[in-house]
Structures are given as structure tokens and as C-alpha cells.
């Protein structure tokens, strides 16, 4: 084919010169398709060798390496559970060792870690203490890592899961409702020290300090110019909480809290306590919580006579009982605060993550209570002053019968 073509055009053109040039580009042509296939083929050589390097030293550095988790010191907690005694662990744990070591117990089936080929968990006692460091001192994460011989983060995660298991698994157990059998005693308690017949607890709440939260800052901004969620708790007359409501913006008042509350739901539905009546005066008295001024008035929760209205004296010792009985709230709010110094100071949590906190102190408190940790160290419950809000404070003739009936119990 080749032979015909060049036979044709050197008749055609009659010239060897022409013939030479044509002969010339032809060939050129040729070798710059061979030359392109090889290039091709090299690069191609070339890409899968480039390919196959980085996929080994992928493989290489995934399986080889060589530092999972940096080295730290860890040897302080190691002497810490071994050496120190009753008081050290008190002090610094708030709770004995055998306390600590039983609530490890309760939380270790939600803490617990598998163990991986690149690393060995955190154990759940170091997990538990690092978490019961932070809620007792308010140490920065930084710091607390440096302690426990741990990553920053990793001193932030370990709080977070410990906080959560405390809410999910010891909630149901250490904040509930009271038992007929308990509220029995609850009662009793309150008869016996204050001779306040058929009180089940008393009611207040306190602010916590928070940062400014990015959304609605306004909303959480009190009267003492600080920002702060409330909690509002109801203890018995032990000062252990059976009821918490945490979370609502520190500008809402006392009242608006309670009417926002499953306890006031209960309450006005008749399912909070049961049917229990006691007769005084002519007047059904039922079971019933104490709260301050800045509450309604109402058949389950009594509250004192408004001052400065001219008292008679049976009202004005009416309110002195009162005020007495309602100092196990204030105590309680002052021994959490001692104990859990997170909400003593301000608390530099997530607001998302705030009310898990707190609601876990309480948790921790009642845990504290019922193993008898006593703790001396109270702190004041540093409340904003609140007043009755009229509009979620109407008439109630109910309430009003109950609490004369009271004070009149009272004068006799």
C-alpha cells in the first residue's frame, strides 16, 4: 500500500525532491505516534508504581504506628487509691472510699470500655473520680488532665459520660416522689420538729451562674445582674431532694417556675400525694408543701401570711414555724453548693449541658445523704429576692382556709 502511494505521487509530481519531503513527513509522523504510545505506556508504568508506594506506606504507618495516646504521667492516682485515708477521700471526693467505690459499682455496667488492640480503657474508678473532681473544685479540664495524667479532652469526655450515667442510671433511684411508707416518715419528721402537721416537704429555688448563653442572653440575665438557670428543688425534712426542676432562665420568678413544672402539674391534679386528711378546726387539711412568699397560695402548698398587713400574733409565730420548717430547703441548697463547689462558682458548661450537671449534683447529694457523708461546710443558698407574682397568685379560699386552720392549730 505504502509502495503504491509513493509510486503514484512520484509520477504525479515528476520530482524526487517532492518525493524525499513526502517520504520525510510520512515517516515523521509515524515515529510520533510510536513515541506517543510508548510515552503512554511509561506513564501509565510509572502511575501504578506511584499508586502501590502510597499504598504501602498508608499500610505502613496505620499498622506501625508508633504513639496511640501521648505518654503522661499517672502514678498520683495510683498512689491516691492505695494511700489515702478517710478524711483525704472525704475532702477531695466528697464521699469515703467505700462510698466511692459502691458508686463505681452502680455506674459500671453504663462506664465500662473494651479493651482494643491500640489502647487499654480508662478504668471506671478513674473515670468516676475524674468526674467527682470536677463537680467538688470547678477545676479547669486543663488542669485536672495534668493531675490525672490524662489528654484535656479526654478529661471533658470522661466528665460528660459520667454526668449522663449519673442522670440515666441513679435518677430513678435517688430522686423520686416519696413512698406512702416514706411519706409517712417525712410527715412524722416535720410534726415532731416543728409541730407542723401533714407537711411533705418544703419548696424553694436557687440560681446557678452561667455564661452567657449565645441565644436569648436577656432571658437568663436576674436581678443581680449575673446570668443563671434555676433550680428548683423539694426536699423532706432530711434535706434530701425528692423532687428537681432544673434548667428554666434565671429572669422567670419562682412562681412562674413552679406553674411551668410536672410538680404543679401533679399538684392541681391530685396525684403529687395521697388522699391523706387530716382534720383541724372544722378544715380538711391535706398533705401539703411549704414555700415562701414568692409562691401562690394553694391546697398543696402553704406559704406565710403577707407582711405588713398588721399580723396578729398567732400569724406572726404561724410565720416564724414556717420560716423554721422552710430552712431545710435553704440548708439543703447550701450543703450542695458546699459539696459540688461547680454551683457555688459559675458553671462554664454548654447551657445544653448545664442542667445535666446540676440535676447530677442533686443526684450525688441524695447519694451522699443516704450513705450519712455528713458534711459540715454549707454554703448560703445565695438566692435572688423574689415577690408573689399577682397574676399567678389569685385568690385561693381553699388554701386560705388550711392556712388559718394552721395557724390557729398552731395557737392553741
Excluded at 10 to 34: G, M, P, T
Excluded at 98 to 114: A, E, G, N, V
Excluded at 281 to 305: C, E, M, T
Amino acid at each position: 500500500m505504502l509502495h503504491n502511494f509513493l509510486s503514484k505521487n512520484i509520477e504525479k509530481c515528476h520530482d524526487l525532491k517532492v518525493a524525499r519531503q513526502i517520504l520525510f513527513r510520512l515517516f515523521h509522523v509515524l515515529f510520533n505516534i510510536r513515541r506517543g504510545e510508548v510515552r503512554k505506556r511509561k506513564e501509565e508504568c510509572v502511575g501504578r508504581f506511584v499508586n502501590r508506594e502510597l499504598l504501602l506506606m498508608f499500610l505502613y504507618f496505620c499498622l506501625c504506628r508508633t504513639i496511640w495516646v501521648q505518654p503522661r504521667p499517672s502514678t498520683w492516682w495510683a498512689a491516691v487509691s492505695s494511700s489515702w485515708d478517710k478524711v483525704d477521700w472525704k475532702e477531695n471526693f466528697r464521699m469515703t472510699k467505700t462510698s466511692f467505690l459502691h458508686l463505681c459499682d452502680i455506674l459500671r455496667p453504663r462506664l465500662t470500655r473494651q479493651h482494643t488492640n491500640f489502647r487499654s480503657p480508662l478504668s471506671v474508678e478513674l473515670r468516676v473520680a475524674i468526674c467527682l473532681w470536677r463537680l467538688a473544685t470547678n477545676l479547669e479540664y486543663r488542669a485536672i488532665s495534668r493531675l490525672f495524667g490524662i489528654g484535656t479532652s479526654t478529661a471533658c469526655c470522661v466528665t460528660q459520660q459520667v454526668v449522663t450515667a449519673i442522670n440515666v442510671v441513679m435518677k430513678p433511684l435517688y430522686i423520686k416522689a416519696p413512698s406512702e411508707a416514706e411519706l409517712k416518715v417525712i410527715v412524722q419528721g416535720f410534726r415532731d420538729r416543728w409541730a407542723l402537721p401533714q407537711v411533705a416537704g418544703a419548696i424553694d429555688g436557687t440560681h446557678i451562674s452561667i455564661m452567657a448563653p449565645d441565644e436569648n442572653p436577656v432571658d437568663y440575665y436576674n436581678r443581680k445582674n449575673v446570668y443563671s438557670v434555676i433550680l428548683q428543688g423539694v426536699v423532706d425534712n432530711k434535706m434530701k431532694f425528692w423532687d428537681v426542676n432544673v434548667g428554666c432562665p434565671g429572669k422567670v420568678s419562682d412562681a412562674q417556675v413552679l406553674v411551668n413544672s410536672s410538680l404543679y402539674s401533679r399538684g392541681e391534679n391530685g396525684t403529687l400525694f395521697p388522699g391523706w386528711i387530716e382534720r383541724l378546726n372544722n378544715v380538711d387539711i391535706p398533705l401539703h408543701i411549704l414555700g415562701d412568699a414568692a409562691y401562690p397560695l394553694l391546697p398543696w402548698l402553704v406559704k406565710p401570711f403577707p407582711e405588713g398587713n398588721g399580723l396578729t400574733q398567732p400569724q406572726v409565730n404561724f410565720n416564724y414555724r414556717l420560716s423554721q420548717a422552710r430552712m431545710t430547703v435553704e440548708r439543703a441548697f447550701g450543703r450542695l453548693r458546699g459539696r459540688w463547689r461547680c454551683l457555688l462558682k459559675r458553671c462554664d458548661a454548654h447551657i445544653s449541658f448545664v442542667s445535666h450537671i446540676i440535676s447530677a449534683c442533686c443526684i450525688l447529694h441524695n447519694y451522699c445523704e443516704t450513705a450519712n457523708e455528713e458534711w459540715v461546710d454549707e454554703e448560703p443558698a445565695d438566692n435572688v429576692d423574689d415577690f408573689a407574682d399577682s397574676e399567678i397568685d389569685p385568690p385561693a379560699n381553699n388554701g386560705e382556709q388550711i392556712r388559718d386552720a394552721l395557724c390557729a392549730y398552731l395557737a392553741q
